[in-house]
């Protein structure tokens, strides 16, 4: 039974919390978007006003990724605010979350033992959206027991489930087609006509303008665009058969998207949208070297790299990774980078994103000019055969790179296309040319207790890959090689903090491979392997190369932390598919 309102008044919180138990009543993605699509269409059409801060409750957000503000509250800090809320011990609270493996039921079930002089009333979107904001605001000395006065508020009036995993793909299906269905234009339709306008949504629903007022603009941050693996030279060619296509060094380091407003204001960007600003000072010192008189706004794709001066070389991304992330001084920097720059997105007021590669490429070079040793444009050469890219391929190995973009340059295939795994670019690497392809990236959902030299760390993980159509994580492999000392005590006081009672309901796993400790997915890891194999235990894949089995990593090793990755940029279980693929291939071809 769902929760009304009145037109004009405040969305109950309340309303928003039913809709979160119907989607997690089920595991089916059509289904979450049939209750999603309906409560949106319900706040649009009574108070609209209210609609942004429903998104960014479902968002479990409180802001644009890119102003970085986080609530902070982990697990602990919840456990000592049921406690104190309702007058029980911490331990009998983190008893029954073992027991039940979800706070919100914990909190619900929990009586006062404290008697209250008034009923609090009942919470309203806005009241929660304005809590969590002031949460995410608190920081600096007894930030942690300020939250826990935050939160005890919250919980005085809140019943039902505190938190949903909800993915933001999900989100934007269901955002989407609620504006689809209020439109006039929509409701005039046929039945029959619907279902085949539907393809064409752009063409019946209101938001006909969206792309002229959301249109790309310096200071917000778009996710890049993204290449597909290839395994072959020969794969390459087929699949750019009969357009004009460049190859481009592919460096080893940060992706970044450097912006200048028009008010000279510079901001730079992960490929994970965080302002990295104040970790690169140096670069934003350079651009009054590069930028030339005419280029007054722009957004630039780039790839930022660790760089030797003496040697003038490039130096692999693990130097680049021991810069802090945050408030770097110009005069504490050891790790020199040199900006290579590869696209741009946005000049002078006009947004590049429709133009071709070909085009994009040449106002890049009128923009910009090169300074030796701090900015250069990538190496790129205009190939046409097999030989040309393998001498190329070859040279780029002898640069330090990890192998080759081919991207196509020229019609509609070449426009930029941000958030895409688009096979209009693909990357060619040398582990693609040599077993298992390329490196993967995974979450890290659990862990094995340590024994012997690592009994006060953990020993081992649990990895999982991601699987965007069931929104869940599936294990793929327990990793224990590549780690030193120092890293696994270093991993240990991270993880620590994000230790869970019970696995999410999110994840899917078999008791064979069930850790000490579950984790929430918070930390993407680079792992190598020597190869893959089909696996009764684990779940990666499962169903897409095996009926009832999933794939697992043979001999995998830790890499590397990826500080750029969220949990949902993780290697896909269509990705774990292909490098399957891919390894079957060279096995074939090496007999």
Request: proline share 4%.
């Amino acid at each position: 039974m769902s929760v009304d309102w009145k037109d004009n008044e405040p969305v109950p919180y309340a309303a928003l919390c039913k809709t979160f138990e119907k989607i997690e009543s089920t595991t089916k993605r059509l289904d979450i978007q049939k209750h999603l699509t309906s409560f949106f269409g319900r706040v649009i059409e009574k108070n609209p006003e209210d609609f942004l801060n429903v998104l960014y409750l479902c968002l479990n957000r409180v802001c644009p990724e890119y102003e970085g503000h986080e609530l902070g509250v982990g697990e602990s800090l919840l456990i000592k605010s049921i406690a104190e809320t309702t007058g029980r011990k911490p331990a009998k609270v983190k008893e029954e979350l073992s027991k039940w493996g979800d706070l919100g039921k914990v909190a619900k079930d929990s009586k006062t033992t404290q008697p209250t002089l008034f009923v609090p009333k009942p919470l309203t979107v806005q009241v929660v959206f304005n809590k969590m904001k002031i949460i995410a605001g608190i920081s600096g000395h007894e930030s942690q027991e300020r939250k826990v006065r935050e939160i005890k508020f919250l919980l005085t009036a809140c019943r039902g489930k505190l938190r949903i995993g909800l993915a933001e793909q999900t989100i934007l299906i269901s955002l989407a087609q609620s504006i689809v269905m209020k439109d006039p234009a929509y409701q005039e339709l046929s039945q029959a006509k619907r279902t085949e306008e539907l393809t064409e949504a752009s063409d019946i629903y209101g938001v006909k303008g969206l792309e002229e007022r959301c249109k790309l603009t310096p200071g917000i941050p778009i996710k890049p665009m993204l290449a597909h693996p290839t395994k072959s030279i020969t794969e390459v060619l087929d699949r750019v058969e009969g357009h004009k296509f460049t190859c481009e060094f592919k460096y080893d380091g940060e992706r970044e998207q450097v912006h200048m407003l028009e008010d000279g204001t510079l901001k730079i960007y992960s490929r994970n949208l965080e302002d990295s600003s104040t970790k690169f000072p140096d670069i934003i010192k350079l651009m009054s070297q590069i930028v030339k008189p005419d280029t007054k706004s722009f957004v630039l794709d780039c790839e930022v790299v660790a760089w030797d001066l003496e040697k003038e070389c490039l130096l692999p991304f693990q130097i680049l990774s021991t810069r802090k992330r945050k408030d770097v001084k110009e005069k504490d920097i050891k790790v020199t980078v040199c900006l290579f720059a590869f696209d741009l997105l946005y000049l002078n007021g006009e947004s590049f994103l429709k133009k071709p590669l070909e085009e994009r490429r040449q106002h890049l070079f009128n923009a910009f000019q090169e300074v030796d040793n701090k900015f250069s444009f990538v190496r790129h050469m205009n190939a046409t055969n097999t030989e040309e890219i393998q001498t190329f391929l070859d040279e780029s190995f002898k640069y330090n790179c990890e192998g080759l973009m081919i991207k196509v340059l020229d019609g509609q295939e070449s426009t930029y296309e941000p958030s895409k795994r688009s096979r209009n670019w693909l990357k060619l690497k040398k582990d693609y040319l040599s077993g298992v392809g390329d490196s993967l990236d995974l979450v890290v959902i659990g862990a094995y207790l340590g024994r012997g030299k690592r009994t006060n760390v953990y020993g081992a993980f649990l990895l999982a890959c991601y699987n965007p159509e069931e929104e869940k994580y599936q294990t793929i492999c327990r990793i224990g090689t590549g780690f030193s000392d120092v890293s696994l005590g270093n991993h240990f006081k991270f993880l620590k903090e994000h230790e869970i009672s019970a696995p999410r309901n999110y994840y899917d796993y078999d008791k064979g491979a069930n850790p000490d400790v579950w984790f929430e997915p918070v930390q993407v890891w680079e792992v190598k392997a020597a190869d893959l194999s089909i696996s009764p235990i684990y779940k990666a894949a499962v169903g897409m190369v095996d009926h009832n089995k999933g794939v697992s990593l043979r001999f995998p090793r830790f890499i590397q932390v990826r500080e750029d990755k969220k949990a949902e940029d993780a290697t896909t279980c269509e990705q774990v598919k292909y490098q399957i693929y891919c390894f079957d291939c060279y096995l074939r071809l090496s007999r």
